[in-house]
């Protein structure tokens, strides 16, 4: 099958295959050099051609699928559907309508979507902490309740801009307890997710061209939000005690001190206050994300960069995606009072009401009558019981291959593949195949060909699944 354009050049432009396929494959059938009722190679063969998996493959036949490029007909295979008009002719060319620069940028980006149709036997994949413990009854009372409050309010319901007050008065209230950081209800604002407060946050500092620091590797997150806004993102290494701190030319860091991801190093104290040195001198800001440092199995957790910053450098930015369940999109912003207005009105461009209003009540109820603290200490339980039986497994029967990272918090374990990318693309493909799903980590690197490594989540297994997937994993790696 010919492209429109080599396929070396796609896979230069774009920073993820799948999207490198995507784009080849529409601009074909676009430009009409696959036309209508052209039949697409199977998936495998098209993921033997251009050596990438066969998920991949059948991830861009469905995107394109759902757009309505494709059509997949059952028993006989996929075939383009896309027709062109007579108003697309070659002779009549439109002159091509131009995305704005930072619409350019963020088409570069990885959609997330996880609608991949397949299911696992033991899929590891990370992020969605809903586990069979979960207080669904409780939860489900207190929505409930917050439900019939709001309907019962005569009138609109009174919100201010920096979310629901009793909420933020619960976050700072937990804050101080759980983290030792003496802050305000006016100092928090609540956002949709962690994601917002730092796209929100790169848009606020970056000019196009900016140097930003960030950790290599790091959440694909903080780097779109980087790159989105034309920042030049300058990855740091990373090793068992955090970031490597450097007399970096730039004026904003993005850290994740509490628990690096993916590696799960926490940054040690020197290095925190090296970091806030450097702050000082350069007159920059630092957006410290604590995304998954809860649940932490061993000693107390070191203070955060919030606690020691005493000149209003750090941003602080947390969320409930890993305490409670990642949908319910609320995460809260701690911000120095010079940010607090520009950052409200940010927000407000996205959001002209608050975040998910009925969700802020019930989180505020469960936050003030015990049951969030309940629910937490329960999880810890059941997080390190799993993460125990994880760990063993792996160590015991994946240590020739893996170099598996120590880490005292978190909800998934990160290891670094000792072979060659080749070994490690054959592995992993074998395991899909054998019905052992985990997330390749390599994308969290700047340069992901050169570092493969993998993040095994393990809310959603049960103890017995996860030491068996395990199982299947050395199986595999034995019969190679
Ligand atoms: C390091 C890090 N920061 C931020 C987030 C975003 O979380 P959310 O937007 O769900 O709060 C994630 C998600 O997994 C993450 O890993």
């Given at each position: 099958?010919q492209?429109?354009?080599?396929?070396?050049?796609?896979?230069?432009?774009?920073?993820?295959?799948?999207?490198?396929?995507?784009?080849?494959?529409?601009?074909?059938?676009?430009a009409?050099?696959?036309?209508?009722?052209?039949?697409?190679p199977?998936?495998?063969?098209?993921?033997?051609?251009?050596?990438i998996?066969?998920?991949?493959?059948?991830?861009?036949?469905?995107?394109?699928?759902?757009?309505?490029?494709?059509?997949a007909?059952v028993?006989?295979g996929?075939?383009?559907?896309?027709?062109?008009?007579?108003?697309?002719?070659?002779?009549?060319?439109?002159?091509?309508?131009?995305?704005?620069?930072?619409?350019?940028?963020v088409?570069?980006?990885?959609?997330?979507?996880?609608?991949?149709?397949?299911?696992?036997?033991?899929?590891?994949?990370?992020?969605?902490?809903?586990?069979?413990?979960?207080?669904?009854?409780?939860?489900?009372?207190?929505l409930?309740?917050?439900?019939?409050?709001?309907a019962?309010?005569?009138?609109?319901?009174?919100?201010?801009?920096?979310?629901?007050?009793?909420?933020?008065e619960?976050?700072?209230?937990?804050?101080?307890?759980?983290?030792?950081?003496?802050?305000?209800p006016?100092?928090?604002?609540?956002?949709?997710?962690?994601?917002?407060?730092?796209?929100?946050?790169?848009?606020?500092?970056?000019?196009?061209?900016?140097?930003?620091?960030m950790?290599?590797?790091?959440?694909?997150?903080?780097?779109?939000?980087i790159?989105?806004?034309?920042?030049?993102?300058?990855?740091?290494?990373?090793?068992?005690?955090?970031?490597?701190v450097?007399?970096w030319d730039?004026?904003?860091?993005?850290?994740?001190?509490?628990?690096?991801?993916?590696?799960?190093?926490?940054?040690?104290?020197?290095?925190?206050?090296?970091?806030?040195?450097w702050?000082?001198?350069?007159?920059?800001?630092?957006?410290?994300?604590?995304?998954?440092?809860e649940?932490?199995?061993?000693?107390?957790?070191?203070?955060?960069?919030?606690?020691?910053?005493?000149?209003?450098?750090?941003?602080?930015?947390?969320?409930?995606?890993?305490?409670?369940?990642?949908?319910?999109?609320?995460?809260?912003?701690?911000?120095?009072?010079?940010l607090?207005?520009?950052?409200?009105?940010?927000?407000?461009?996205y959001?002209?009401?608050?975040?998910?209003?009925?969700?802020?009540?019930?989180l505020?109820?469960?936050?003030?009558?015990?049951?969030?603290?309940?629910?937490?200490?329960?999880?810890?339980?059941?997080?390190?019981?799993?993460?125990?039986?994880?760990?063993t497994?792996?160590?015991?029967?994946?240590?020739?291959?893996?170099?598996?990272?120590?880490?005292?918090a978190g909800?998934?374990?990160f290891?670094?593949?000792k072979?060659?990318?080749?070994?490690?693309?054959?592995?992993?493909?074998?395991?899909?195949?054998?019905?052992?799903?985990?997330?390749?980590?390599?994308?969290?690197?700047?340069?992901?060909?050169?570092?493969?490594?993998?993040?095994?989540?393990?809310?959603?297994?049960?103890?017995?699944?996860?030491?068996?997937?395990?199982?299947?994993?050395?199986?595999?790696?034995?019969q190679?």
């Amino acid at each position: 099958m010919q492209f429109q354009v080599a396929w070396h050049v796609y896979i230069e432009k774009h920073r993820y295959k799948y999207l490198a396929l995507y784009h080849a494959l529409r601009d074909s059938i676009v430009a009409g050099s696959l036309a209508h009722g052209t039949r697409l190679p199977a998936s495998r063969e098209l993921a033997d051609l251009y050596e990438i998996s066969r998920g991949v493959v059948s991830q861009v036949y469905e995107m394109l699928t759902a757009e309505g490029y494709l059509a997949a007909e059952v028993g006989r295979g996929t075939f383009v559907s896309y027709q062109r008009d007579a108003a697309e002719s070659d002779e009549q060319e439109r002159p091509p309508i131009l995305l704005s620069d930072w619409g350019q940028r963020v088409t570069g980006h990885r959609l997330r979507d996880t609608v991949s149709g397949e299911t696992y036997r033991y899929d590891y994949t990370i992020g969605q902490p809903l586990a069979e413990a979960f207080p669904f009854e409780e939860w489900n009372r207190a929505l409930y309740a917050s439900i019939r409050e709001i309907a019962e309010i005569e009138g609109e319901p009174a919100y201010e801009p920096q979310g629901y007050r009793p909420l933020r008065e619960a976050i700072a209230r937990d804050l101080r307890k759980s983290r030792g950081m003496t802050v305000q209800p006016e100092d928090i604002v609540i956002v949709n997710g962690s994601s917002q407060a730092i796209a929100l946050v790169a848009q606020l500092l970056i000019n196009p061209g900016d140097t930003v620091v960030m950790e290599d590797p790091t959440y694909g997150g903080i780097r779109e939000a980087i790159s989105a806004v034309g920042g030049l993102a300058a990855g740091s290494p990373v090793d068992e005690n955090g970031i490597l701190v450097r007399d970096w030319d730039s004026r904003l860091l993005f850290v994740t001190p509490g628990r690096q991801f993916p590696t799960g190093a926490v940054l040690s104290l020197e290095r925190r206050q090296e970091i806030l040195r450097w702050a000082t001198k350069q007159n920059a800001v630092i957006v410290e994300d604590d995304y998954d440092s809860e649940f932490r199995r061993r000693g107390r957790p070191i203070e955060p960069l919030k606690v020691l910053d005493r000149h209003e450098r750090v941003v602080y930015i947390g969320t409930f995606s890993k305490t409670m369940y990642a949908d319910l999109r609320i995460g809260y912003v701690v911000l120095p009072s010079w940010l607090r207005e520009p950052f409200c009105k940010a927000r407000q461009l996205y959001e002209p009401r608050p975040t998910a209003l009925v969700q802020q009540h019930a989180l505020a109820k469960f936050m003030n009558n015990g049951q969030y603290e309940r629910h937490l200490r329960r999880m810890k339980r059941l997080y390190a019981r799993k993460h125990r039986a994880l760990w063993t497994a792996l160590t015991e029967k994946m240590s020739e291959v893996f170099h598996w990272v120590e880490s005292d918090a978190g909800l998934h374990i990160f290891g670094r593949w000792k072979g060659s990318r080749e070994q490690f693309t054959a592995f992993r493909r074998a395991c899909l195949a054998a019905g052992v799903r985990f997330p390749d980590a390599s994308m969290y690197y700047t340069d992901p060909e050169a570092t493969p490594a993998v993040c095994l989540g393990f809310p959603r297994l049960t103890e017995e699944e996860l030491k068996a997937g395990v199982d299947v994993m050395h199986a595999i790696w034995k019969q190679r």
